[in-house]
């Protein structure tokens, strides 16, 4: 991910070889200080992949993380409240909101230092509109950092990869959440012996067609390409655009100064 002197980076390594006990990435270790006594904003978790000992340990770092959901009541996170906070670890409480994920009304411009994304971009209709209200409430510097699913090993397999090209066209034309542009091939193509929470041909069908309501479907399908794609589009310099096995791919990213800047950084 970061580049550091060779002899820096393994120093940081052995002091930290104890983590290797749990599932946390290694390359993860040298971006910790992007995280590390921040508050940052969280779209669609909590997310078990960002506890203590998992692949990517954000959690534990921060000193603060507020949670966006779409909705008071969704798949994933059963109910919630603004009211009861975003209770993202045990013994940490940030602040809920319910928003969609496009539309962060009530956060200002600059608000956190970091921005999570676990498994969410894909069930968006419109990823370059949630990107763009992203970055909006990030501080210049601040830090992108998506998990995607590696359509490779899931349900979406027979599926191509979304072009850049369609995102754009769709960040133009203000592609809303209730759109079923996709659904037609999602229908023909998701491999439904991998889903097994999706039940029956027609039971799948018929949660797809309320998608608006539960946010169950993968709109789109990424890959590690794709994903350098956006990040140069919004000159989000890149750290890391990388799979990890098996089913996940992990981007991350930064700010540079100015909002404007063209993305220097490279890739892992």
Same mark, same amino acid.
């Given at each position: 991910?970061?580049?550091?002197?060779?002899?820096?980076?393994?120093?940081? $390594?052995?002091?930290?070889?104890?983590?290797?006990?749990?599932?946390?990435?290694?390359?993860?270790?040298?971006?910790?200080?992007?995280?590390?006594?921040?508050?940052g904003l969280e779209i669609g978790g909590p997310s078990g992949v960002f506890q203590a000992k998992?692949? $990517?340990?954000? *959690? #534990?770092?921060?000193?603060?993380?507020?949670?966006?959901?779409?909705?008071?009541? =969704?798949?994933?996170?059963?109910?919630? &409240?603004?009211?009861?906070? *975003?209770? *993202?670890?045990?013994?940490?409480?940030?602040?809920?909101?319910?928003?969609?994920?496009?539309?962060?009304?009530?956060?200002?411009?600059?608000? *956190?230092?970091?921005?999570? &994304?676990?498994? !969410?971009?894909?069930?968006?209709?419109? #990823? $370059?509109?949630?990107?763009?209200?992203?970055?909006?409430?990030?501080?210049?510097?601040?830090?992108?950092?998506?998990?995607? #699913?590696? %359509?490779?090993?899931?349900?979406?397999?027979? @599926?191509?990869?979304? &072009?850049?090209?369609?995102?754009?066209?769709?960040?133009?034309?203000?592609?809303?959440?209730?759109?079923?542009?996709?659904?037609?091939?999602?229908?023909?193509?998701?491999?439904?012996?991998?889903? #097994? /929470?999706?039940?029956?041909?027609?039971?799948? @069908?018929?949660?797809?067609? @309320?998608?608006?309501?539960?946010?169950?479907?993968?709109?789109?399908?990424?890959?590690?390409?794709?994903?350098?794609?956006?990040?140069?589009?919004?000159?989000?310099?890149?750290?890391?655009?990388?799979?990890?096995?098996?089913?996940?791919?992990?981007? $991350?990213?930064?700010?540079?100064?100015?909002? !404007? &800047?063209? %993305? =220097?950084? /490279?890739?892992?």
């Amino acid at each position: 991910m970061v580049t550091l002197p060779y002899q820096r980076f393994m120093k940081f $390594l052995m002091d930290r070889k104890d983590r290797f006990l749990g599932r946390e990435r290694p390359s993860f270790f040298p971006c910790r200080l992007l995280f590390e006594g921040k508050i940052g904003l969280e779209i669609g978790g909590p997310s078990g992949v960002f506890q203590a000992k998992e692949l $990517l340990p954000v *959690y #534990p770092c921060a000193a603060r993380i507020d949670g966006v959901n779409f909705a008071a009541s =969704t798949l994933w996170g059963g109910e919630i &409240s603004e009211e009861a906070g *975003y209770r *993202y670890a045990e013994g940490h409480i940030g602040r809920q909101f319910v928003r969609e994920a496009g539309k962060l009304e009530g956060i200002a411009d600059g608000t *956190y230092d970091f921005v999570l &994304s676990s498994h !969410s971009l894909e069930h968006s209709a419109n #990823p $370059l509109k949630c990107l763009a209200e992203w970055i909006r409430v990030l501080k210049p510097g601040g830090a992108v950092l998506l998990l995607l #699913p590696n %359509s490779r090993f899931t349900f979406d397999h027979r @599926r191509p990869v979304t &072009s850049f090209q369609h995102l754009l066209d769709d960040y133009r034309n203000d592609t809303a959440e209730d759109d079923l542009t996709h659904l037609a091939e999602i229908l023909s193509l998701h491999d439904l012996s991998r889903d #097994p /929470q999706a039940g029956s041909a027609e039971n799948f @069908r018929a949660r797809s067609l @309320r998608n608006v309501e539960n946010r169950g479907l993968h709109q789109h399908v990424f890959d590690v390409a794709l994903l350098r794609q956006i990040f140069r589009h919004f000159s989000i310099n890149p750290l890391c655009a990388e799979i990890a096995p098996p089913n996940h791919i992990i981007a $991350l990213g930064t700010l540079g100064a100015s909002r !404007s &800047s063209s %993305s =220097t950084g /490279q890739t892992c």
